[in-house]
């Protein structure tokens, strides 16, 4: 549990550094940006190692209906994320998309993981979505929703939602984790 945790806190370390300290942040430039790149796939690497060597109490399992719900619910995250890079209508209503579809996976991930190293990555992750929100909100109050854009951005982000969900169910299914139950 302790790699898993360590994985955790340097994920979010690397991501708060710009919130809590944008100072030291921006004084980096480009080395700044190298440091939190090379921290986050480390934070990603020991979660990986960590959640998978972990052991813990299990309070609920899957169920097929929690699995259908998962499934809905991750393919409406994935949009989100590819919605934030398309800049679609959504995008006009959700300020942070990008961290609300890390909230969305990470509540996903919960309905069907009711174990202990899950409550510890997924709801971990999801406090760190949500206290990121926080702290960009608080240093950027004024929002602008932007602009229309055109049906061809949504097409394309409903295309890459698709696909994209396609290869992370392909790579859950070749890990040992039936995203189908």
Do not use: C
Not at 7 to 28: C, E, I, N, T
Not at 74 to 81: G, K, N, T
Not at 112 to 126: A, E, K, Q
Request: aromatic share 12%; proline share 5%.
């Amino acid at each position: 549990m302790f790699i898993l945790i360590l994985g955790l806190f340097l994920w979010s370390a690397v991501h708060f550094w710009k919130r809590l300290a944008p100072d030291s942040r921006a004084q980096m430039g480009d080395k700044g940006k190298i440091i939190v790149a090379v921290g986050a796939v480390l934070g990603i690497v020991l979660m990986v190692i960590g959640y998978r060597a972990a052991e813990g109490a299990v309070f609920w399992g899957r169920s097929p209906a929690m699995t259908g719900i998962n499934n809905l619910l991750m393919i409406f995250a994935v949009y989100l994320y590819a919605a934030s890079g398309a800049k679609t209508r959504i995008t006009r209503t959700i300020r942070h998309p990008q961290l609300t579809a890390v909230k969305v996976w990470a509540l996903a991930h919960l309905l069907v993981n009711g174990d202990v190293p899950s409550f510890v990555l997924f709801g971990g992750l999801l406090a760190w979505a949500v206290v990121e929100v926080i702290l960009i909100n608080r240093a950027n109050r004024d929002w602008t929703p932007p602009p229309v854009v055109p049906m061809k951005k949504e097409v394309t982000a409903v295309v890459a939602t698709v696909v994209v969900f396609v290869i992370i169910a392909l790579i859950h299914s070749w890990l040992g984790y039936n995203p189908f139950g």
